[in-house]
């Protein structure tokens, strides 16, 4: 069940597919098939995130290090941190273009992209309204072309309260 469920998850990712499945625990989701799906996908075309539970952060870290560490099947191994206070910076963007092209996985936490997530939101919001600082606009553009977004053209910043009610 192992390989057949390995190549579906593989067979959706290179075909830009977002795909979910439920494995019990003990059927091998941290130590063979995340291993596996981070060393299939992670070709230098595309960012390999690895997301789980809080507790499970330093466990999956050591399973994947563990896993990558033979210099045939070298891979480095990232934990990626972000919160409300932090800021989109270059710096950012060019530690996430690394880690696609060292082939590197991203482990992270729920709260962690969810955080970077809505900050992402706020910046394209913010570029798409003409409202961000004008010497900032290069790294909102930059991010938006890493997460394959196009811009919205928006015409009216004020939301419609009768379409709230509905």
């Keep these: ?3 057949s469920l390995i190549s579906k998850l593989v067979s959706g990712a290179t075909q830009g597919r977002s795909m979910c499945h439920q494995m019990l625990m003990g059927e091998g989701k941290t130590t063979v098939i995340a291993p596996m799906l981070a060393l299939l996908i992670g070709d230098g075309s595309m960012l390999v995130t690895q997301i789980v539970p809080t507790p499970l952060l330093r466990f999956s870290h050591a399973t994947l290090r563990s896993a990558f560490s033979a210099p045939p099947l070298h891979k480095p191994v990232w934990t990626f941190r972000f919160d409300r206070r932090a800021s989109v910076t270059i710096e950012l963007l060019d530690k996430v273009r690394a880690a696609v092209t060292e082939r590197a996985v991203l482990l992270s936490t729920p709260a962690a ?7 992402l939101l706020e910046l394209l ?4 309204t003409g409202q961000y600082p004008k010497n900032l606009n290069s790294i909102g553009e930059k991010m938006r072309r890493v997460m394959r977004l196009k811009p919205r053209k928006v015409t009216d910043d004020r939301i419609d309260k009768a379409s709230l009610q509905q």
């Design 1 to 3: 069940p192992q390989v």
């Design 113 to 119: 992209v969810k955080a970077f997530l809505l900050k």
């Design 125 to 128: 919001h913010l570029l798409d």
